[in-house]
């Protein structure tokens, strides 16, 4: 017999880089944890939010159902067990509440691929081909084994899903779980959501300034990451590299395809060097 699915967002994070509560940033006209609660409550029988014991009377959080971590300073797997201890019955639709991009049809996606016999249902990340342990359905029979990994000192979720009997899928939407930890981070996604444009300085090298026919551009682009930039540039001119043929740099750093852009930033896509 397939398992009742309850919904947990976790929000039990300290924050410390955001330097204010990501709970309370806003996003699509509510804050990020009732858009989460939202999102995940329509694709589930009940839905709590994760929180430490010193959170329960923040009035944000106040609002909703609470699961409260019996273990500190464990990170967000001691949201996991708390719900797994509370409701033992129960597959958990976990997700973490600094998703800004996660949308209903990558929920869905999720929820639809379930499979209830296999500890875990995660998506494989976009960025590296692990697993995602924040946007994940943790079954019933992965509480033992949970606890277990606690117990021996394991604290990392992904590590947890690595060693499990996770089926994992290919994300749908390639943002949706890209996670914001910093406020540059979060100014650039606000930009991002409201359609703002930047101005961005391109620098092209080798086989790209021959076929985009110039060394470098200033672009006006609503693109929010290096990936964007370069599906939008590739539109444009006949580049015929791959994005994982190429390396990215921003602001003379090498940097992560994910990573967002703001205004004035300068890009260079780095293609393999030619000869041994």
């Given at each position: 017999m397939t398992a009742p699915l309850y919904g947990l967002v976790l929000a039990g994070g300290r924050s410390s880089r955001m330097q204010r509560d990501k709970a309370t940033l806003a996003y699509h006209g509510g804050t990020q944890l009732e858009c989460a609660m939202a999102l995940v409550g329509a694709h589930v029988e009940r839905a709590f939010v994760s929180v430490r014991a010193d959170q329960t009377g923040d009035p944000v959080r106040a609002r909703f159902a609470q699961i409260v971590d019996r273990r500190a300073d464990l990170g967000p797997i001691a949201g996991i067990a708390a719900a797994q201890a509370e409701h033992p019955h129960a597959a958990w639709l976990v997700i973490a509440c600094d998703l800004p991009f996660l949308d209903s049809s990558t929920v869905k996606?999720?929820?639809?691929?379930?499979?209830?016999?296999?500890?875990?249902?995660?998506?494989?990340?976009?960025?590296?081909?692990?697993?995602?342990?924040?946007?994940?359905?943790?079954?019933?029979?992965?509480?033992?084994?949970?606890?277990?990994?606690?117990?021996?000192?394991?604290?990392?979720?992904?590590?947890?899903?690595?060693?499990?009997?996770?089926?994992?899928?290919?994300?749908?939407?390639?943002?949706?779980?890209?996670?914001?930890?910093?406020?540059?981070?979060?100014?650039?996604?606000?930009?991002?959501?409201?359609?703002?444009?930047?101005h961005i300085r391109v620098q092209y090298y080798a086989v790209l300034r021959e076929q985009a026919g110039r060394s470098e551009e200033t672009l006006e682009t609503a693109a929010g990451t290096p990936g964007e930039l370069y599906a939008e540039l590739r539109a444009r001119y006949p580049f015929s590299l791959a994005p994982e043929m190429l390396r990215v740099a921003v602001n003379a750093e090498f940097a992560d395809w994910g990573?967002?852009?703001?205004?004035?930033?300068?890009?260079?896509?780095?293609?393999?060097?030619a000869g041994g």
């Open positions: 996606h999720l929820v639809w691929a379930r499979q209830a016999g296999r500890q875990a249902t995660a998506y494989r990340s976009s960025h590296d081909g692990l697993p995602e342990p924040l946007c994940a359905i943790y079954e019933p029979a992965s509480r033992e084994a949970i606890e277990a990994y606690v117990q021996a000192g394991g604290r990392c979720p992904r590590k947890f899903l690595v060693q499990a009997d996770a089926a994992l899928l290919d994300e749908p939407n390639p943002r949706a779980l890209d996670n914001i930890n910093t406020p540059e981070e979060y100014r650039a996604v606000v930009d991002a959501l409201s359609g703002v444009n930047r990573q967002p852009l703001a205004d004035g930033d300068a890009v260079v896509f780095i293609p393999p060097v």
